[in-house]
C-alpha cells in the first residue's frame, strides 16, 4: 500500500501529517532567500525570526497570500525540505499526498497547489477544500444529509460553507483573517500613537490582549516601535479596547461573508443550522470573545472547535485513515 501524507497548506503555517505518527511537522509557512540567486536559506521558525530583519541580500516572506500561492518556486522548494524531512531524500515508493485548497480557489490557484506537489515525485495528488477538512477535524459527520456550518478563520482568510452529504452546499471566502488583523493593528497604532511596529509586534499584542469586543476591565501591554515623527526609539502602552476598535472593521467583513452564507442557505439546512449550531475553527478564530460577538450578530449559537487551529490538518488526518469513507469528497483532477 503507498504510503499516505497530509498536508495543511495555511497562510501563516505549514503542517503534515502521516497515519501513525500524526502531525510530524508544524512550522510557521515562512521562507528566507538569498535574493541573487533565489535559493532557500531557512524555513519555518527560523526563517520567520528574520521577518523584518534581513539586510538587502536576504528576503524572508510567507509563501501564501490570502491563503493561495504567492511564490510557486519559493513554496515547492519549502515542501521539499520537508517531505525530505518525512520520507528522506532517496525514497523508492511514492507517497500518496492530500492537501487543502480554499473553497473559493479558481482552477488556476487549485492547478498551482496541484503541479506543486505532483512535481515532488507524489503518486497521486488529492485536494481537500479547506473548510470540509476544518469540519471532519473538527468532529461534525459531513456524511450526513443534516446540515452543519463552519466558519474557518486562518491567517489570509476566512471560508464559510455549509456541509452536508459529504460536500459544501453553500460557502462563502473572504480574504480577511488574522494578518488582516495584525494590518489592522498596525495602522490604529500608527495613526493612534504615531507609532510604527512590525508584524511580530502585532500579532503578539493580538493574542496576548486582544478580543473582538470592547470590555469594561481591560488588559494593557507596553509596545516598542519607532516614533513615525522623530524616527526614534519609542514604548506606548496599549490597551485591549486600542485592539477591539482597531479589528472591527475586518470583524465586519468577516460578520458579512457569514451572513450571505446563511442567506443563501436552503431553508432545511439553515433549520439544521439554527438546532445544531455553528462551529468556529481556525487560528485566527481563538481571538477572546469571537464565538460571542458571532452568536450576538448571527442569532445563531456559535461555539469553538477544540484546538481550532489544528482542525484542518486533524481532518485531513481522519481522511488519510479512512480514505476510502472520505474518497468521494477530494478533488483528484484539475479540469
Known amino acids: ?40 536559506i531557512s524555513v519555518g521558525t527560523e526563517a520567520k525570526q528574520m521577518l523584518g530583519r534581513t539586510p538587502e541580500a536576504i528576503a524572508a516572506s510567507y509563501t501564501l497570500l490570502n491563503g493561495v500561492i504567492a511564490s510557486y518556486r519559493s513554496t515547492r522548494q519549502m515542501l521539499q525540505i520537508y517531505l525530505d524531512k518525512v520520507l528522506g531524500r532517496f525514497r523508492l515508493i511514492k507517497p500518496d499526498i492530500v492537501i487543502n485548497v480554499p473553497v473559493g480557489a479558481t482552477s488556476t490557484e487549485k492547478k498551482a497547489v496541484f503541479d506543486a506537489v505532483e512535481s515532488l515525485g507524489a503518486r497521486r495528488v488529492y485536494l481537500i477544500k479547506s473548510p470540509l477538512a476544518a469540519a471532519i477535524g473538527a468532529g461534525i ?29 453553500a460557502s462563502s471566502s473572504t480574504r480577511f483573517g488574522g494578518k488582516k488583523f495584525d494590518e489592522a493593528i498596525i495602522e490604529h497604532i500608527r495613526k493612534k500613537y ?8 502585532a500579532e503578539s499584542i493580538k493574542t496576548g490582549i486582544g478580543s473582538a469586543t470592547s470590555r469594561k476591565k481591560e488588559e494593557k501591554e507596553e509596545v516598542s516601535g519607532s516614533n ?11 490597551h485591549t479596547n486600542d485592539i477591539a476598535v482597531a479589528i472591527k472593521p475586518v470583524l465586519n467583513e468577516i460578520i458579512l461573508s457569514v451572513k450571505q452564507v446563511l442567506q443563501k442557505t436552503p431553508p432545511e439546512l439553515s ?15 481563538k481571538l477572546a470573545n469571537f464565538d460571542e460577538l458571532l ?14 487551529d489544528m482542525c484542518v490538518i ?10 476510502e469513507e472520505f474518497a468521494d469528497s477530494l478533488i483528484w483532477k484539475i479540469r
Open 141 to 169: 459527520d459531513v456524511s450526513s444529509s443534516v446540515g452543519n456550518m463552519i466558519i474557518d478563520v486562518g491567517g489570509g482568510k476566512t471560508e464559510v460553507a455549509v456541509i452536508s452529504l459529504g460536500d459544501i452546499v
Open 194 to 201: 504615531s507609532l510604527m511596529i512590525g508584524e511580530q509586534t
Open 314 to 323: 486533524k481532518g485531513i488526518g481522519l481522511v488519510l485513515e479512512n480514505f
Open 228 to 238: 513615525i515623527i522623530t524616527g526614534l526609539p519609542e514604548s506606548v502602552m496599549i
Open 1 to 40: 500500500m503507498a504510503k499516505r501524507i497530509g498536508i495543511d497548506l495555511g497562510t501563516t503555517r505549514i503542517r503534515i501529517f502521516t497515519p501513525k505518527r500524526g502531525v510530524i511537522i508544524d512550522e510557521p509557512n515562512v521562507v528566507a532567500l538569498n535574493v541573487s540567486n533565489q535559493r532557500v
Open 271 to 285: 433549520s439544521d443550522v439554527m438546532d445544531k449550531g455553528i462551529v468556529i475553527s481556525g487560528g485566527a478564530a
Open 295 to 308: 452568536t450576538k450578530v448571527t442569532g445563531v449559537p456559535c461555539q469553538m472547535a477544540e484546538e481550532p
